[in-house]
């Protein structure tokens, strides 16, 4: 027994036919572990992309960027909680009325195929699939598959989602009629799906010639073009329609996108000899002008270790800013280089022309800002013809003190320019805004009121020398108060 | 609660039940359990439609924002795209299918060569539902990158008009503006026209058109000629509306740059209402938590619903902000007065009656409170008086909330500018010349649109700018803000609301005396105190689009055809048949109703208008507002702009 035994485990040990071996070490079933060890790996790299998806909160909100959404999985849900959920009651005020009625239903009451239509000119491989719930229609709907339609009931196929094909639509007066069908439904939907076919099927410039009379198929066709990004296309047919300007103005659009300033720069360089309006164009040439010199002195501060920028590290780079911007930058970083230099204040100012107004409102913040107020005060100086200096300024004084102010100016040169300010009125509101105490108290004086002094002196420090002042005033018999 | 929604005179329920039943019958055709994958737009209206434990009674167990890349995985039978129909989401959905068939067929291919039988995950069906109207371009697309197939349905779930409130319907379809007066594309129209022909399958034959403008008329058009193909489809129902009234926003430019002065007109300018939604700084809400102890502010937004269901909101919403204090401080003497009642309960039968009314008054309280909340932040950004408590404020140590207060304090400041200027333009102040405090705006880069907003306005107000100065204002945008902005600055220009003045002489002052759009009052007038004209709401202006709609009313257009004829557009009239029978019989003393359709967008402060029209005593007409979208300057300023402003450092 046991010898047969023995014999037989090596019969079977030996057989070169492996297909009823039991033994649990075999490398057929380690194999098939491994492979659901990688399923099951796989099973779980997904399960994981889970975790990451974010849930949507059902509130009538976009989700993705707040940050209060709650996270609606299965298991919340079965819970039956629903926070964030708007309360609307349906339990009750079920409108009798209304109930038997379904939005669809009411247009669609003979077309409702149920099913799924694909859109194809002809029948691709998508019929097949798509049609079988057609086939247990009656047979009158089966008139979906002839294709001895005419146009206009071609049209009000494609509009109630049902089976149609173009493709029998072969001479150029068909696929017009077809269009003007179209058009005539008003259903953008389907007018977009026949231009779709006239595009396929027809010559551009036939196409673009046929459009210039069909104002709404034109229309969508630009509208097509657009949402499809078919740049090339548009620009073509703006052309062709003569709409020059809009053509120069959607090409330029296309530098919105563009992230790398070399490539931004040289597109806008080939946008200058778009036909743009007068106004745009010089506008345009700025804009390429700008980023030019913008590149240049990038390039440069980037690597510049001149005591400024180590003072005032640079935030962020003065790439795609706008020319403003860019000339507070100037004469931040780079006031009193001389005109000849892309990034001086002078040169910046020159080539873009910018207002003096401008000039002087974004010099004085930057100057003001650097707390330099030397270079403050000489952009307001003027010499008249005798060889005096007196202070003129294209913006009201009052503004400037604001902006000084703005940046912390000490009360020395606040009171400076304050009394620059030439309405009496805004003077003393300003004075008494920004606490210019002498500037309040001569004021008062000056108009004789006696009483508004007075109630002013509270406001000042004891023994300080406006509180001397005033009350050397008051004291004074010589002045005719008014009050 | 849809409740609130059949308060009104028209039952809008009925709108909204019908559309809740086409959502349950696509839902069913998807037969099993289900995941919904959203984009995400769509949640806000469909929240209006219907709310989770509807698809739960569907069986749809989970929901997903679409997303690029995989799927997330879920037990389920069906995955449904719920999409609006655009291009680049179907860029997305193609995505997510074609690795879930990646993944599917690896797997099956793992599970065939080792003939493991067991656990094999049978693949989804997919399905897609356009809203509001399936695309073929879209179809076109999913073909293109070869997931069409994979679909079991597709199919469109026709959301036209969404009920909002009892007497407001909505598109939201946001760029309708753009499309219609910058694009000339028409769809939004048509589906204007559609959803205009669902309301009247639902509600009756409109007996009566009127309209003004070019894209008035294309509805109307459209309409007429679907009700001859629809002739005889249509279940004759006893029509609800008298008069349908369809205005071109471009016939009034003018109203949605005002900055909006009704308590709702202005939350939504200062924090923005989507989808009857308003999410509000939570610091003002916080003071339960701290009373319970928790020491942490609260740092997410508090969202807050706003809609007619609230009893109090729906008191004070259209006031003008100036009463609102008022009305909140009687509601709150109302409130704890009802509450101080139990001490006069002393038999069960009134303790128990005191009772049953506590859930009510303890709604009302915390509706009070919220409100009471809101009206503060509202009123921390255009109060004049804020200087005084900023001095007083100054002197506290806390140097926190002195920046916040001197931060505030200057935006006070800037909303009374601001507001006074805006009032000049529409008197017809210094409307030809440079205004200063533009300039200003500019030199400190305040917002753009906030810029565009009043270089239009005085545009509009003047009948265009003399070209000298519309260069100027020109300039000095395109340098302080980007010379990319050109794009922007023409689109303005062609919807007409940049121009340069043409021969003809500036016809807004007569407009604004003919229609009085602008109120000289008392005082308490402006303050929005017991108002007797709709000017109320912008403090003095009265919106020329609601001015339209009352004069058509009583005595009727012909009595302003001279004005009709500055505004763009034709005006006309066109009539229905009824089927006999179906003619309304009116009693004496019974209002009439009309539909008022904004194409191109409707401002709170309008809506608030119309509704105190409709109350008026010897009005004699109720309105209902639909619209294309529910707008605010800023936002509509925005949808016009091709390069949304990004912020500056």
Wanted: charged letters at 25%.
């Amino acid at each position: 027994m046991t010898r047969s035994k023995l014999e037989d485990d090596e019969y079977w040990n030996r057989s070169k036919l492996k297909a009823f071996t039991f033994d649990d070490e075999d490398d057929e079933f380690s194999r098939l572990k491994e492979s659901k060890r990688a399923v099951n790996s796989l099973m779980i790299d997904v399960d994981d992309e889970d975790d990451n998806f974010e849930k949507v909160s059902w509130s009538g909100e976009p989700v993705g960027s707040i940050s209060w959404s709650v996270k609606e999985t299965a298991s919340s849900n079965r819970s039956g909680s629903e926070p964030c959920f708007p309360k609307i009651d349906t339990t009750s005020s079920l409108s009798k009325q209304g109930s038997g009625y379904s939005l669809s239903s009411l247009f669609r009451a003979k077309s409702k195929s149920g099913g799924f239509q694909s859109f194809s000119e002809s029948f691709s491989e998508t019929s097949i699939r798509t049609y079988a719930p057609e086939l247990r229609k009656p047979k009158s709907d089966r008139k979906d598959f002839v294709s001895d339609l005419s146009p206009e009931e071609t049209v009000r196929r494609m509009q109630k989602g049902r089976a149609y094909s173009l493709e029998k639509f072969r001479s150029l007066q068909d696929k017009l009629l077809l269009l003007d069908e179209a058009v005539a439904l008003y259903d953008g939907n389907v007018i977009t799906a026949v231009l779709i076919y006239l595009k396929k099927s027809l010559n551009k410039d036939i196409l673009f010639r046929e459009l210039m009379s069909r104002d709404v198929a034109l229309h969508h066709y630009v509208h097509y073009l657009k949402e499809m990004g078919e740049q090339k296309l548009l620009v073509e047919l703006l052309k062709a329609l003569g709409r020059t300007e809009d053509m120069a103005l959607v090409q330029y659009k296309e530098n919105l996108g563009m992230k790398d300033e070399g490539r931004r720069r040289d597109f806008l360089k080939s946008c200058l000899s778009l036909p743009f309006s007068q106004d745009d164009a010089t506008h345009v040439q700025d804009h390429y002008t700008l980023l030019e010199r913008q590149i240049i002195i990038e390039a440069s501060d980037k690597k510049s270790d001149g005591e400024i920028f180590k003072r005032f590290p640079r935030k962020a780079s003065i790439l795609n800013m706008p020319i403003i911007t860019t000339l507070y930058y100037s004469c931040f970083y780079h006031y009193g280089e001389s005109e000849g230099t892309y990034s001086s204040p002078a040169n910046i100012r020159k080539t873009f022309r910018i207002s003096e107004k401008q000039y002087i409102l974004t010099a004085l913040g930057a100057r003001a800002k650097l707390r330099l107020w030397f270079d403050v005060d000489s952009l307001f100086n003027t010499k008249n013809w005798l060889g005096y200096t007196k202070k003129k300024s294209p913006i009201g004084f009052h503004k400037v003190v604001d902006i000084l102010h703005k940046n912390n100016a000490p009360i020395s040169v606040l009171q400076e320019y304050v009394n620059l300010i030439d309405d009496t009125e805004v003077k003393l509101s300003m004075a008494l805004k920004y606490k210019c105490h002498d500037i309040v108290i001569n004021t008062y004086r000056d108009l004789k009121d006696r009483q508004q002094l007075v109630v002013y002196v509270p406001k000042l420090e004891r023994d300080s020398v406006e509180y001397r002042k005033v009350q050397e005033i008051l004291s004074n018999g010589q002045i005719r108060w008014k009050n | 609660m849809a409740s609130h929604l059949s308060y009104s005179r028209v039952n809008l329920n009925i709108l909204r039940e019908a559309a809740r039943k086409d959502l349950r019958e696509f839902l069913d055709k998807c037969s099993g359990s289900k995941a919904i994958v959203w984009d995400e737009y769509l949640t806000g209206p469909f929240g209006l439609i219907a709310q989770y434990s509807l698809l739960k009674e569907h069986e749809v167990e989970k929901m997903f924002t679409l997303k690029g890349g995989h799927i997330p995985s879920a037990a389920v039978k069906n995955i449904v795209f719920f999409v609006r129909p655009r291009l680049e989401l179907m860029d997305i959905i193609a995505e997510n299918i074609a690795r879930f068939n990646y993944i599917h067929s690896h797997l099956c291919n793992l599970y065939i060569q080792n003939k493991c039988e067991d656990k094999l995950q049978p693949p989804r069906d997919f399905h897609i539902l356009f809203v509001p109207r399936r695309s073929l371009l879209c179809e076109q697309r999913l073909k293109e990158k070869g997931v069409l197939n994979s679909f079991t349905n597709i199919d469109e779930y026709i959301l036209d008009l969404i009920p909002y409130d009892s007497d407001l319907l909505s598109m939201e379809s946001e760029n309708s503006f753009r499309e219609c007066y910058l694009e000339n594309d028409q769809t939004s129209l048509y589906h204007t026209a559609k959803g205009l022909m669902t309301l009247q399958a639902l509600y009756g034959t409109i007996p009566q058109i009127f309209g003004k403008g070019e894209c008035a008329r294309h509805v109307a058009n459209m309409m007429l000629r679907m009700k001859r193909e629809f002739a005889g489809t249509l279940i004759p129902t006893l029509p609800v509306f008298d008069t349908l009234l369809l205005l071109d926003r471009n016939v009034d430019l003018l109203t949605p740059l005002a900055t909006q002065l009704t308590y709702e007109g202005l939350i939504d300018e200062v924090y923005g209402i989507t989808n009857g939604y308003v999410k509000l700084p939570p610091e003002k809400f916080a003071q339960k938590k701290q009373e319970e102890g928790g020491k942490d502010l609260p740092t997410e937004p508090k969202k807050l619903p706003l809609n007619s269901a609230e009893e109090l909101y729906a008191e004070i919403r259209d006031k003008n902000f100036n009463a609102v204090g008022a009305a909140l401080s009687k509601k709150a003497k109302i409130i704890s007065a009802a509450f101080e009642e139990r001490h006069n309960a002393k038999t069960v039968g009134e303790i128990k009656q005191f009772v049953s009314q506590l859930p009510h008054m303890q709604a009302a309280r915390s509706s009070l409170a919220n409100h009471t909340s809101i009206a503060e932040l509202v009123k921390d950004i255009t109060s004049k008086s804020k200087k005084q408590s900023y001095l007083f404020i100054f002197v506290s140590r806390n140097s926190r909330s002195v920046i916040l207060n001197s931060v505030l304090m200057q935006t006070s400041e800037v909303f009374f500018e601001n507001l006074t200027v805006e009032q000049e333009f529409m008197t017809g102040v210094d409307t030809d010349k440079v205004c200063t405090y533009i300039e200003d705006c500019i030199a400190q880069k305040d917002p753009l649109i906030k810029i565009l907003r009043l270089v239009c306005m005085q545009s509009v107000c003047n009948n265009g700018l003399k070209q000298k100065l519309l260069d100027y204002y020109k300039r000095e945008i395109i340098q302080t803000y980007g010379y990319e902005h050109i794009l922007t600055l023409n689109n303005l220009e062609k919807v007409g609301l940049l121009k340069p003045q043409s021969t003809m002489r500036n016809n807004y002052p007569t407009i604004r005396k003919t229609l009085k759009l602008w109120m000289e009052d008392t005082n308490e007038q402006a303050c929005g105190f017991n108002p007797n004209d709709i000017s109320y709401v912008y403090s003095g202006y009265a919106p020329l689009s609601v001015r339209l709609t009352q004069l058509l009313a009583r005595p009727g257009w012909r009595s302003i055809e001279e004005v009709l004829k500055m505004l763009p557009g034709p005006h006309f009239e066109e009539r229905q048949q009824l089927p006999a029978g179906l003619h309304k019989k009116r009693q004496p003393g019974e209002n009439r109703t009309t539909l008022v359709f904004f194409l191109g967008g409707v401002t709170y402060a309008e809506i608030a208008a119309l509704r105190f029209l409709s109350q008026m005593e010897d009005g004699g007409t109720e309105y209902i507002i639909a619209t294309t979208k529910l707008i605010n300057g800023t936002s509509w300023i925005k949808s016009l702009m091709d390069h949304p402003e990004a912020p500056l450092f």
